[in-house]
């Protein structure tokens, strides 16, 4: 059975969070977050998109979890993006899980069967294309439809096969616009299934399916170990340093290791450790590089990343809100402050981004010292 595969997935080269997206994302993650010590005051899809264009962390929201939800969280002293995005889902009776560069916010018990679902994919050896990033990735505008957004994906990744297997195929429904990008397939696959308890399976010796993923993670932990997974360590042991490493021991007392002797005399000697995927990923998290310090001046070097769209006064309050700046508009009739823009931004400079800003809303908009100015053409 496809289970026992899974369940014991053999290593390879690419460790699932050491790819160079999932670094990145663990490097944002430990950054301290600019909300600490403040009172998070805004609705749940404002600050996604914030902590998108702010700290450049793609969040997706589980379609089971109201996207209405309005947030007010006292947040404490010294925390990090991820302590703060942790206490978030937490306080919406959510968990997080880890999905290559993007933090998935999803009903609780389903986040370690999804991080299960995504390092199973990524191992097996026989469908390498599976974990190979791709600089196009998936792209839908507000109002799609799932059954469009999903037989793009299979045709695309060449996956035709799953069209008429999935609920994504047969239950109705419709996604806020999102760009699943510099990604792997196999990110993007659990990403999309992991909204209806589906994964993507693809063993060995036959075609790929779509399984419940509920029921196929909680049949592996009803058997020790056999919902850990397996994955060969050589340098990453010795950068963790002796202490971080006991210190992951005694964390996981449950991991099994085992030295792998060196197969010839140039060779040095490997790990193989038998875990809980969460282990895997707190192993190696401290290995990303330490997050750069963001520059004071909001028209420095910082870039941004993202997609606005809605009214764009709405949008301009809420990125003065985000970079701590006063918003300062002037002779705006309503018809002006509520006109609909449309705009994505890659590796914007903040006044690169106002530039689009205003170019789509036919305003003034300009950053001036601490303050953003909005205000209507000369007639």
Excluded at 165 to 186: G, I, M, V, Y
Aim: glycine share 4%.
């Amino acid at each position: 059975m496809w289970i026992a595969w899974s369940s014991l997935a053999q290593s390879q080269s690419l460790h699932p969070f050491r790819t160079p997206q999932a670094i990145a994302l663990s490097s944002q993650l430990r950054a301290p977050s600019p909300e600490s010590n403040t009172k998070l005051s805004m609705p749940l899809t404002d600050w996604i998109q914030s902590i998108l264009v702010q700290d450049q962390i793609p969040i997706w929201l589980d379609r089971r979890i109201p996207s209405d939800i309005e947030l007010a969280i006292p947040i404490p002293r010294d925390q990090t993006n991820k302590q703060v995005i942790e206490l978030v889902a937490s306080h919406i009776n959510a968990q997080v899980a880890y999905v290559d560069r993007y933090v998935l916010i999803v009903p609780r018990s389903f986040g370690d069967a999804i991080e299960w679902s995504y390092w199973n994919l990524c191992c097996e050896p026989s469908h390498r294309s599976l974990r190979v990033t791709q600089k196009e990735g998936l792209e839908w505008s507000d109002g799609a439809d799932t059954r469009e957004i999903w037989n793009a994906f299979t045709e695309k990744y060449r996956l035709d096969t799953l069209v008429q297997t999935s609920k994504l195929t047969t239950e109705f429904d419709r996604w806020q616009a999102f760009r699943l990008e510099s990604t792997n397939p196999a990110a993007i696959a659990t990403v999309l299934l992991s909204g209806y308890d589906e994964s993507l399976v693809w063993p060995a010796d036959g075609p790929p399916s779509i399984a419940s993923l509920s029921e196929s993670f909680e049949t592996l932990k009803k058997s020790p170990d056999r919902s850990f997974v397996r994955f060969q360590y050589s340098s990453e042991i010795p950068k963790i340093g002796k202490v971080a490493w006991q210190e992951w021991r005694a964390r996981w007392p449950q991991a099994t290791v085992t030295r792998v002797a060196p197969e010839g005399p140039s060779k040095s000697e490997s790990w193989e450790i038998l875990a809980p995927v969460a282990a895997h990923r707190e192993l190696v998290e401290p290995l990303a590089p330490t997050p750069k310090p963001k520059p004071t001046n909001p028209s420095g070097s910082k870039k941004y990343t993202g997609r606005y769209r809605g009214e764009i006064l709405k949008i301009l309050e809420s990125l003065s809100s985000q970079l701590s700046l006063q918003l300062t508009p002037k002779n705006l009739t309503d018809n002006l402050a509520r006109k609909e823009v449309d705009v994505s931004f890659q590796d914007a400079t903040i006044d690169e981004l106002l530039a689009k800003l205003a170019q789509a809303s036919g305003l003034i908009i300009a950053l001036e010292g601490r303050s953003i100015r909005v205000e209507a053409p000369n007639q």
